[in-house]
C-alpha cells in the first residue's frame, strides 16, 4: 500500500475531513426561525471561543450576512463553505483559522460541519484535528446521539458517524482517456462517490475531482479513512499508467506548450479557459517536461483566479472583461516569477557569492 509519507503530489491536491454534528435541544436548521438560529450560533460560537483547548483562541468568528457577494463566494471558491451554505446568509456563522486549514459552519444543512483541509494525502492529520475540535465541542455542548443509529444528521445518508472524508485529486490523463464515466459507476459500488471541484452537482474544472467515502452507518471512521486511502492510491497507479501513454502523444504535447505559451503572454484569460491551461501546465510539471514551477503555485493560482477571489483581492466589483484582464496578469506575473533567474527579477545585478 502507498504510504501517505510518499510524495503524491503529483495527483493528489489536498485533504479534506468533515464532520457534522446537531444539538440535541434543537431542531434541523431547517426548522430552525431566525431567532433560534442565532441562538443556536450564538451557543457554538462560545463553546469554541472560550473552550479549554489552545486552538480556541485562534478562531475568528464571521457573520455571513455581515459579507458581500463576493465575499461569500469567494469563501465557496476557496473551498471553505459549501455553496448551499452561501445561499441564505441569514442566522449563519462561520468559524475560521487565520491560515485557512480549519472553517467550521454553522447552520448550514446541520448546526455544526467541521471542516479540516491539508494540503496533499494528509488523512490521518486531518482527522486528528477534526477529532480534537469535535472533542471540545462535545466536553460542551448535548450532541444529538443515538446508540443504535449514532450521531443523527438532517440528511440520513450522514447518519453514523456524521463524517465525510475527501481527497481533493488532479485527473487529467483519465478524463482524456473517457475513463471516468465507468470509474465513477465502480466506485459508487464501493461506497465512494466522485465529484466535481465543488462537490455534488459541479463540474471538474481543470481535470480537478473530488473522492469521498458515502458510507457513513455501520462503519467506522478509521475504516472510512482506510477505504477512501485504499481506492484513492488505486486511482493514484491508475492516473500514472495512463499518463505515461499520453506523454508520447505529440497532440497531447503540444497542448501543454501552447497551454504554457498563452499563460505567460495572454492578456486575456476566461475563468473556463485558464482552469483549462493551468490543468494543460499542471499536467507538464507531472511527466516532467516542464521545470521550474511548482504544483503549490499552480494550486494557488487554481483558487486565485476564480471570479468571485478576483474581485475579493481586489477590492471592488469588475466586469467580465476586467476580471479576464487581471486574471491573465495574475497568472503571467505568478509564472513569469518562477521562469525567470532571481538576478534578472532584480535589476540584472547578480547575487553576490
Known amino acids: 500500500m502507498m504510504s501517505e509519507k510518499k510524495d503524491i503530489s503529483d495527483v493528489v491536491i489536498s485533504t479534506r475531513i468533515r464532520f457534522a454534528r446537531n444539538l ?96 496533499n494525502m494528509d488523512l490521518d492529520g486531518a482527522y486528528e484535528i477534526a477529532d480534537k475540535i469535535d472533542t471540545l465541542f462535545d466536553e460542551q455542548l448535548n450532541f444529538a446521539f443515538n446508540d443504535k443509529l449514532g450521531y443523527l444528521t438532517q440528511c440520513p445518508t450522514n447518519i453514523g458517524t456524521g463524517m ?17 464515466s465507468k470509474i465513477s459507476a465502480s466506485l459508487s459500488k464501493l461506497g465512494l462517490v466522485i465529484r466535481g471541484m465543488y462537490g ?35 486511482l493514484i497507479a491508475q492516473e500514472r499508467s495512463a499518463r505515461e501513454a499520453l506523454s508520447q502523444n505529440i497532440t497531447v504535447l503540444d497542448s501543454i506548450y501552447r497551454s504554457f505559451g498563452i499563460l505567460q503572454y495572454a492578456k486575456l484569460l476566461s475563468n473556463d479557459e485558464c482552469m483549462k491551461l493551468l490543468s494543460n501546465l499542471r499536467f507538464g510539471v507531472e511527466i516532467g517536461i516542464l ?26 466589483k469588475l466586469t467580465p472583461q476586467e476580471r479576464d484582464q487581471i486574471r491573465a496578469e495574475v497568472v503571467r506575473t505568478a509564472i513569469m516569477r518562477k521562469q525567470i533567474p532571481a538576478h534578472r527579477r532584480l535589476g540584472g545585478v547578480p547575487p553576490q557569492s
Open 24 to 119: 440535541r435541544d434543537y431542531p434541523f436548521p431547517c426548522r430552525l426561525s431566525e431567532e433560534k438560529k442565532c441562538r443556536v450560533a450564538a451557543i457554538v460560537k462560545e463553546a469554541a471561543l472560550k473552550g479549554n483547548s489552545e486552538i480556541s483562541g485562534k478562531f475568528r468568528y464571521i457573520q455571513m450576512s455581515e459579507l458581500t457577494q463576493e465575499e461569500a463566494v469567494s469563501l465557496v471558491e476557496r473551498h471553505l463553505v459549501s455553496p448551499e451554505f452561501i445561499s441564505d446568509r441569514q442566522g449563519r456563522g462561520l468559524l475560521l483559522l487565520d491560515d485557512e486549514s480549519v472553517s467550521i459552519m454553522i447552520n448550514e444543512e446541520d448546526h455544526i460541519r467541521i471542516q479540516v483541509i491539508r494540503p
Open 164 to 180: 465525510r472524508a475527501s481527497l481533493m485529486l488532479h485527473l487529467p490523463a483519465l478524463k482524456e482517456s473517457g475513463a471516468m
Open 291 to 316: 521545470e521550474n514551477i511548482d504544483f503549490d503555485t499552480i494550486n494557488h493560482l487554481m483558487i486565485e483566479v476564480q471570479p468571485a477571489t478576483l474581485m475579493k483581492n481586489i477590492g471592488k
Open 200 to 234: 455534488e452537482g459541479t463540474d471538474p474544472k481543470g481535470s480537478v475531482y473530488q473522492l469521498s467515502n458515502q458510507v457513513t452507518l455501520g462503519i467506522s471512521e478509521k475504516e472510512a479513512i482506510s477505504n477512501l486511502r485504499d481506492i484513492a492510491n488505486q
